[in-house]
């Protein structure tokens, strides 16, 4: 193999999505490998949510009153969770943590796209049921605020 095979195999492989080759002939081998980009949505998909039995929101005319009560925040599509948003950062959240509306819970990779899910409302982080690269599905829960 030249250095002009070589050279166009690598201008190949940074334009394409492939993240990882390995070419072999004879005695030579030649590796690429690109760090999975961590690509962000810009919009994110909105998580489904639901109360828990027991617990009710009221509405009384135009004005509403809120109860504090134990939420769900399911995944809102099939895909990869994760806590953080890479292998070396801190958590989005955990249990126990206060989080405000619209703060990043945690991340649903699906088609290589990192889609952030979003805490809906104030609360505290009560429990969550994901580990790091565990498959959630739609409408799975994944974890509860209070």
């Known amino acids: 193999m030249d250095i002009?095979?070589?050279k166009r195999i690598m201008k190949e492989f940074e334009e394409s999505n492939v993240h990882k080759l390995e070419i072999s002939e004879n005695e030579f081998t030649?590796?690429?490998?690109k760090e999975t980009p961590q690509l962000?949505?810009?919009?994110?998909?909105?998580p489904q949510v639901s109360s828990l039995p027991g617990h009710s929101e009221t509405n009384a005319g135009s004005e509403v009153t809120e109860e504090k009560t134990d939420l769900e925040v399911n995944s809102?599509?099939?895909?990869?969770?994760?806590s953080k948003p890479s292998p070396t950062s801190d958590p989005f959240v955990t249990e126990g943590d206060k989080v405000l509306k619209g703060q990043v819970l945690f991340i649903v990779e699906a088609m290589k796209v990192m889609n952030e899910i979003v805490a809906p409302r104030n609360g505290v982080v009560k429990k969550i049921f994901k580990q790091d690269?565990?498959?959630v599905e739609f409408q799975?829960?994944?974890?509860e605020i209070l």
């Not at 799975?140 to 974890?143: G, I, N, P, R």
Request: hydrophobic share 40%; net charge negative.
């Open 40 to 46: 962000f949505s810009t919009v994110p998909p909105q």
């Open 76 to 82: 809102p599509i099939v895909g990869t969770y994760y």
């Open 4 to 6: 002009k095979q070589i």
């Open 133 to 135: 690269g565990d498959l």
């Open 30 to 33: 030649i590796k690429l490998e």
């Open 140 to 143: 799975e829960l994944v974890l």
